[in-house]
C-alpha cells in the first residue's frame, strides 16, 4: 500500500512506529519507503501531505488481522490518532 500522512506530531508519530513495528513484523509486513515530503504538486486530498510510505504484508489475510489486531488499535489509540489529522490511501497491489 502506498500511504499519505498529515503528521502534526513528529515525537509521538515515532512512538507509534516504534510501538508497532514489532507486531507489524509478526504479521509479515513491514515498511519498503519512507519519505517526508517537501513539497506536495499537485494533491486530491482534503489534508497536505507532508509523510509518504509504503507498507507492504505477505498477504490481504495477514494485513487484514494485523490491522483488526486488539494490540494494534490500542497502539493506534495511543499514539496514531494523537499525531496524524489525515490519511491518504494512495493504492494497493497484491504480487
Do not use: C, W
Amino acid at each position: 500500500m502506498l500511504v499519505g500522512l498529515t503528521v502534526t506530531d513528529e515525537e509521538t508519530y515515532r512512538q507509534y512506529r516504534e510501538a508497532m513495528a514489532p507486531l507489524l513484523a509478526a504479521h509479515g509486513g513491514g515498511f519498503r519507503y519512507d519519505f517526508v515530503v517537501g513539497k506536495v504538486l499537485k494533491s486530491e486530498s482534503d489534508h497536505p501531505i507532508n509523510r509518504v510510505f509504503a507498507i507492504y504484508f505477505e498477504s490481504s489475510a495477514r494485513k487484514d488481522a494485523f490491522f483488526a489486531h486488539p494490540d494494534y488499535l490500542a497502539i493506534k489509540a495511543r499514539f496514531f490518532q494523537r499525531s496524524v489529522a489525515g490519511t491518504t490511501i494512495f493504492g494497493a497491489y497484491d504480487r
